[in-house]
T-cell receptor, first 117, second 118 residues
């Protein structure tokens, strides 16, 4: 079965420092990977996706993610964190299996990012 | 509206009551998903519609859960005889295209309906 794992419940960084939020995946076939962010009492917002092509994917709000096939990882990164980046981040993989071929997203447990001034 | 709209935002139900949660997707979006997000967890898939057709309901936890999208736009998730374990945030998401192997478009999520069952 397709799955993603986010090994850190929380990541703390100081404003201005680089940040990394980790994600590893387990899929059969080519992975379609996504990052979403969730602010308190808000819906999930799309940040970026990897489908094919360049391993470094750039997304919204200055975030980027690096696809590493040998390590089955898709870590989210930002060169300089902002206090406003503090939120809950979800990694997800597209699941194309099943009779309906739904392509539904399978989410990780989420990582809380806390950026301190 | 510009985004996915869900109502009610908050619902408190007594155990055993029936509830109905509404989702207004972005106009013209073909695909619609329902997810359940328990406290401290990631969203978990419940069901998927392509226009009015419910193509996947494999994530519905029991036959107390029922979803419909009769005209291919607004969708309703109904939970009968609610139980405490149904307490969660129910998220609706839509996307422009067909959600098969070819389409890899992003999902647009609503703010969710938080259900608390006492």
């Amino acid at each position: 079965a397709q799955s993603v794992a986010q090994p850190e419940d929380q990541v703390n960084v100081a404003e201005g420092n680089p940040l990394t939020v980790k994600c590893t995946y387990s899929v059969s076939g080519n992975p379609y990977l996504f990052w979403y962010v969730q602010y308190p009492n808000r819906g999930l917002q799309f940040l970026l996706k990897y489908i094919t092509g360049d391993n470094l994917v750039k997304g919204s709000y200055g975030f980027e993610a690096e696809f590493n096939k040998s390590q089955t990882s898709f870590h989210l990164k930002k060169p300089s964190a902002l206090v406003s980046d503090s939120a809950l981040y979800f990694c997800a993989v597209r699941d194309f299996h099943g009779s309906s071929n739904t392509g539904k997203l399978i989410f990780g447990q989420g990582t809380t990012l806390q950026v301190k001034p | 509206g510009a985004g996915v709209s869900q109502s009610p935002r908050y619902k408190v139900a007594k155990r055993g009551q029936d509830v109905a949660l509404r989702c207004d997707p972005i106009s013209g979006h073909v695909s619609l998903f329902w997810y359940q997000q328990a406290l401290g967890q990631g969203p978990e898939f419940l069901t998927y519609f392509q226009n009015e057709a419910q193509l996947d309901k494999s994530g519905l936890p029991s036959d107390r859960f029922f979803a419909e999208r009769p005209e291919g736009s607004v969708s309703t998730l109904k939970i009968q005889r609610t139980q405490q374990e149904d307490s969660a945030v129910y998220l609706c998401a839509s996307s422009r295209g067909l959600e098969g192997a070819v389409n890899t478009g992003e999902l647009f999520f609503g703010e969710g309906s938080r259900l608390t069952v006492l």
